[in-house]
């Protein structure tokens, strides 16, 4: 597939950009150059071949999984001391819908 210097024009127009006769001509010729190494790239055989998540062989690092915080109940007693309304540990908060 390759385009024409019209079709170049038109999506041009399309998407509101506005481009001189030799800036359409060599985007002319790197849209077609795209195209070309598409068409290259689809002619590959890729059966049997299965699909791969990352190009390199690689695992991913992973951290200790250890608690690393103090004693919740500490923090939440300290963040419910300065709230303006608690109950049973929970933040109570004004109706918003009827």
Same mark, same amino acid.
């Given at each position: 597939?390759? %385009?024409?210097?019209? #079709?170049?024009?038109?999506?041009?127009?399309? *998407?509101?950009?506005?481009?001189?006769?030799?800036? !359409? #001509? $060599?985007? %002319?010729?790197?849209?077609n150059?795209? &195209?070309?190494l598409?068409?290259? /790239?689809? *002619?590959?055989?890729?059966?049997?071949?299965?699909? /791969? *998540?990352? *190009?390199?062989?690689?695992?991913?690092?992973?951290?200790?999984?250890?608690?690393?915080? $103090?004693?919740? %109940?500490?923090?939440? $007693? !300290? &963040? #419910?001391?300065? !709230?303006?309304?608690?109950?049973a540990? %929970?933040?109570?908060?004004?109706?918003?819908?009827?």
């Amino acid at each position: 597939m390759s %385009l024409t210097l019209e #079709q170049v024009h038109r999506v041009a127009h399309l *998407a509101r950009i506005e481009i001189s006769e030799t800036e !359409a #001509q $060599s985007t %002319l010729g790197h849209l077609n150059g795209i &195209f070309s190494l598409i068409e290259e /790239m689809q *002619a590959v055989d890729t059966q049997g071949v299965e699909p /791969m *998540a990352h *190009a390199q062989d690689l695992a991913q690092r992973l951290r200790a999984d250890h608690v690393n915080e $103090s004693d919740g %109940l500490d923090q939440r $007693s !300290a &963040f #419910q001391a300065i !709230a303006p309304e608690t109950e049973a540990g %929970l933040y109570l908060v004004p109706k918003v819908i009827e």
